[in-house]
Structure formats: structure tokens, C-alpha cells
């Protein structure tokens, strides 16, 4: 991944919204994930069970970046109970998606939270469990990262626990070269040269992922009693936490 896009440059909150609104199926699809993802199907079993392990009773769960809604039917399948779904995406025809998906399978709650994350207004300790996959390198300024995940940690119960899935980058620029060549050559083997060209203009466009290590630490800080990193190949890993 190279860094000629400074942070200020990168595609602002509208130009996200606008690519993921025509993009809607893409991510409508609980077998393979988000094929852009490595390990996807791998890495939402891993966040569910951490989920289920940790929080064994689940009344309400937020779904950060819900997407067309493919971790909370994962959570909800592997829970077997119904609770209640609070789903938040920038994206409009993603939560309406995620929503018809939801429905058709679990007679739940659904509720829906449309707009930015950090602005969204949402009740404190209210959540057993908070979902984020692929949402967080979006993200920009230390500043930015600081409040969302004390923002996260502010919306858990005590006991709660939160577990994202993410693209990320690494601490060391040698290991980070060897990272992006296998992710280079696992987009090239899904979709040929002119694929991974297409993932790799969007990423540098886009996103400004941080380091697992980082992730870890920022949680730590805000006050998650216990962290663990479930799993990392390349440049995406599954983690989470618990609050006291």
C-alpha cells in the first residue's frame, strides 16, 4: 500500500456513500463475504463465536457499517435467540438491504441508524454486543479513531463486548511490502491483473487503515478491560474486546 494520498485528500464521507449505494450486492452474500476480503467467511465466524463466547446473553447488538447485513445474520444464526438489531450504515440502500435480509429469515426487532457513525445520536450502555466489519479504515486523524472507539466503549453494557473484522495496515514498512504483495496476488487470483488494480485505486483513494497493534492499544486506553486478536492474514484481522 503506498501513501501518496495524504489523509486530507482521501475520499470524503459523500463520495464513500455515493460508491457503496451502487454497490449494494456485492456485499449481499453470507457464503463468501466480501470477496475483496481474505478469510471473510473465516473472519465473521471467528468475531460471532468471540461474540457469543464472551457475551453469552444477548439482548440488543449494534452493527457499525452494517452493510447489506451479513454479520448480524451470521450472529443471529449462530445464537439461535432472536434480540434486537440496531444497524447503522451511511448508506441507505445498504440498511434497507441488510433490513429485507434480516426480516426475511428472524421475526426481530430492527431498527435503523442512516448516517455517519460518529454524529449518529445512540444510548449509552445499551448494547451487549457491537459489531464493526470492514468500517473502521475509514477513519482519518488519531483524533477521529480516539472518539469513535470511546464512543464504542461509552454504548457497551458492562460485560459487553465488541469484535471487528478490518483491513488493515502493519507497523513495519518491510513486513507491510511483503503484506501487499500477497494481497496483490490473492485479488489477482480472484479477478486477474485488471481487479487488483481496480481494489488496490479504491483502497488508496478511500481508506487509511491502521495497524492491528494500534487498534489493540486505542482500546486498551478507552478502557476495554481485555483485548485478544482472533486472527490476521495479511492485510485484514478479526479482534475485539470486552468492557468490565
Not at 475520499?11 to 475483496?36: C, H, K, M, P, Y
Not at 470492514?134 to 461509552?154: G, M, N, P, T
Not at 483491513?167 to 511483503?178: D, G, R
Request: proline share 4%; aromatic share 10%; glycine share 6%.
Amino acid at each position: 500500500m503506498s501513501e501518496k494520498i495524504p489523509l486530507q485528500a482521501k475520499s470524503t464521507i459523500e463520495e464513500i456513500r455515493e460508491r457503496f449505494d451502487v454497490d449494494v450486492e456485492r456485499f449481499s452474500n453470507l457464503e463468501t463475504g466480501q470477496t475483496a476480503t481474505i478469510d471473510a467467511p473465516l473472519a465473521m465466524e471467528l468475531i460471532t463465536g468471540a461474540a457469543i463466547a464472551t457475551t453469552p446473553m444477548i439482548e440488543r447488538v449494534l452493527d457499525i457499517g452494517c452493510g447489506a447485513g451479513n454479520n448480524t445474520l451470521k450472529l443471529l444464526q449462530s445464537y439461535e435467540n432472536d434480540f434486537i438489531c440496531d444497524l447503522n450504515d451511511l448508506s441507505f440502500p445498504m440498511l434497507q438491504r441488510a433490513k429485507e435480509r434480516i426480516s426475511a429469515v428472524f421475526k426481530t426487532q430492527i431498527n435503523l441508524h442512516h448516517g455517519d457513525f460518529r454524529t449518529v445520536e445512540l444510548v449509552s450502555g445499551r448494547y451487549d454486543v457491537i459489531l464493526a466489519a470492514a468500517v473502521l479504515h475509514h477513519l482519518r486523524e488519531d483524533e477521529d479513531w480516539f472518539s469513535v472507539f470511546s464512543k464504542i466503549y461509552d454504548l457497551l453494557k458492562p460485560g459487553g463486548s465488541f469484535w471487528v473484522t478490518d483491513y488493515i495496515s502493519h507497523e513495519l514498512p518491510p513486513v507491510q511490502a511483503i503484506m501487499w504483495k500477497r494481497y496483490g496476488a490473492y485479488l489477482e487470483r480472484m479477478g486477474g491483473p485488471e481487479y487488483r488494480e481496480k481494489v488496490f485505486a479504491y483502497t488508496e483513494k478511500e481508506d487509511s487503515p491502521r495497524p492491528v497493534t494500534f487498534q489493540l492499544e486505542l482500546m486498551k486506553k478507552v478502557g476495554f478491560s481485555t483485548v485478544e486478536l482472533l486472527h490476521k492474514n495479511s492485510c485484514f484481522a478479526a479482534f475485539g474486546g470486552v468492557k468490565a
